[in-house]
Structures are given as structure tokens and as C-alpha cells.
């Protein structure tokens, strides 16, 4: 198995050049302090960018005072594209993968990039940043333990409807990214489809001047947003608390197991209420005696 270490990789002199290194680097969401010296370090040593939209990177670029080769990779070329970065590699130059903001790949090119690279055995190093779906979240106030990024939900009204009842009973916090011309519709139809009651916070402009975060029900939340003149303005994380764990059948059989032993008990002996609750349940009499006997002591 092929070592990796991230940071720094150095290369040594041979008659055989060894390849690049494809370094993916997070950049900030909105407030350039963010930029992490490390992040300015690799890219100022590396020898190409590629970057989502070029001239985007090449503001933040100028901002830290480099000048370095941009090449575009975005959703539309990144098939295409991809084949000369790896080529770029395997020639020993390192390159580093950007996009317009936040953590790459986090719906954001780059997927056909770092698997190519790693089907090639190429060394692929991550520069870990700012993201804005972990910002977001860390300052919700929902549920962390577990949660479910799903991207952008459909434009459409009908595939977004459908994309969210699929996720009515998901009992994770939910995570989606949506654009400011969609978010009035988008909350509608998470009123209509998950319930207006449901627990929801909205994170809009995070880390920038106007950072603003909306939360309570769908409803309250709803409104506030239609009344807010700056409401559809700035790109958004949406997060919604999962729906409440429906138990399973066979959770409820033993809640039910329970209440008739409980319901029994006083008019008969243990050996047959084991013995009834057993015929009527199909679970083990000798389980179901020992059950009977802990709710009779307790």
C-alpha cells in the first residue's frame, strides 16, 4: 500500500522524476481571514490551479499576492479536463484543486479529478478549510450526532417535492444548499411535504457582513423570511431536524407483550399467563414466564 503524508511533499533528486501531488484546498466561504496559512503556503508552490471558475480564483490569488497557471474545471469540462491534470502529475508537477468556495467537492467539481488520480496511484492530499455545511451546523443548534447532506434539492417544484418525501422519515438533521431565487419555494414545499411544524434553521451570508441565521418552525420561519427584504439574498444552508424514530413492530409487540401480562397478572398465575400471552404472541413461553415473574417482583 502506498504511503501518503499530508503537508509538504518533497521530491527527491533522481534520474526518474517522481509525480505531482494533487492537493485539494479549501478557501473560504466569504471572509477571506479565513484563508489558513497553510492553504496560501501550498498554493503558492504549486505549479497549476485548477479552479472552478477562474476568474473568481484569480481574485483570491491576487488577494494573497500569487500568480500562478489556472486551469478551469467545473462541472460542464471536468471529463475532459481531467486527463491533462493527470498528465500534468504524472509529469511531477503539483497541482492544486480549488473551487469557488468552501471545501471542494462538497457539491462542487472535482469527484472525476481525485478518483482518476487515485485509480493511477497518484498521491491525493487533502488541505481541510472552511466548509460551509459543517459552518452551518455548528452553530444551528440541531442535532450533530448524525445528519444527511443531500446537496441542492431539484429546481423543479415536482422533483423537489418528491426528493422530500423521500426524506420524511429520516429521523438524521437534514443539510441542503439552496440558491437565493429558490429559497421562498423551497421552504414552501418543506412546509407542505415535511410539516409546518417541523424544526428548522436557515444560514444565509455565513461568514460574511450580513451572516444571518433563521430558525424555529417551517411556518415562523417562512414568515419571517417572506417579510425580510434581504430574505432571497446570499447563497443558504438549509437544515431541518430529522422526524421523531417510529418504533419497530418488533418494539411495539414487546410494549404490547408487556401491557397484557400486566393486564393479566392479577387474575391469574404466572405459568398461564405465560402460557396465554405465548399462544397469542408466538414468542417463547419460557421467556415470556421469566417476563411475567420480573413485572409481578417489580
Not at 533528486?13 to 479549501?26: C, F, R
Not at 421562498?184 to 451570508?205: N, P, S, T, W
Not at 424514530?245 to 407483550?257: F, N
Amino acid at each position: 500500500m502506498k504511503s501518503e503524508v499530508g503537508g509538504s511533499v518533497s521530491k527527491t533528486d533522481s534520474k526518474e522524476q517522481s509525480p505531482g501531488v494533487l492537493y485539494i484546498v479549501a478557501t473560504p466561504i466569504g471572509n477571506l481571514a479565513d484563508m489558513s496559512p497553510r492553504a496560501t503556503a501550498i498554493l503558492s508552490r504549486v505549479d497549476v490551479v485548477a479552479a472552478e471558475d477562474t476568474r473568481h480564483s484569480g481574485r483570491l490569488l491576487q488577494h494573497l499576492g500569487l500568480q500562478k497557471r489556472l486551469i478551469a474545471l467545473h462541472d460542464h469540462n471536468e471529463r475532459n479536463r481531467a486527463a491533462g491534470l493527470l498528465d500534468e502529475l504524472e509529469a511531477g508537477h503539483d497541482v492544486a484543486l480549488i473551487s469557488d468556495a468552501g471545501t471542494p467537492l462538497i457539491s462542487d467539481p472535482g469527484y472525476v479529478l481525485v478518483r482518476e488520480a487515485r485509480n493511477r496511484g497518484l498521491t491525493v492530499s487533502p488541505v481541510p478549510g472552511p466548509c460551509a455545511l459543517v459552518t452551518a451546523l455548528s452553530a444551528a443548534g440541531l442535532p450533530t450526532d448524525r445528519f444527511l447532506f443531500v446537496g441542492f434539492l431539484p429546481a423543479k417544484r415536482t422533483g423537489r417535492r418528491a426528493a422530500l418525501d423521500q426524506l420524511r422519515q429520516e429521523s438524521a438533521t437534514l443539510v441542503f444548499y439552496e440558491s437565493p431565487h429558490r429559497i421562498l419555494g423551497a421552504v414552501r414545499d418543506i412546509a407542505e411535504v415535511l410539516g409546518e411544524e417541523r424544526e428548522i434553521v436557515l444560514g444565509r451570508e455565513l461568514t460574511k457582513a450580513f451572516e444571518t441565521f433563521y430558525s424555529g418552525c417551517v411556518s415562523e420561519v417562512l414568515s419571517v423570511l417572506e417579510a425580510d427584504p434581504h430574505g432571497t439574498k446570499g447563497e443558504f444552508v438549509v437544515m431541518i431536524r430529522g422526524a421523531e424514530p417510529v418504533a419497530s413492530d418488533e418494539d411495539a409487540g414487546a410494549l404490547d407483550v408487556d401491557r397484557l401480562i400486566r393486564l393479566l397478572l392479577p387474575e391469574l398465575p404466572v405459568k398461564k399467563v405465560a402460557k396465554l400471552v405465548a399462544e397469542l404472541s408466538g414468542r417463547p413461553k419460557n421467556e415470556l414466564y421469566q417476563r411475567a415473574l420480573e413485572l409481578k417482583q417489580g
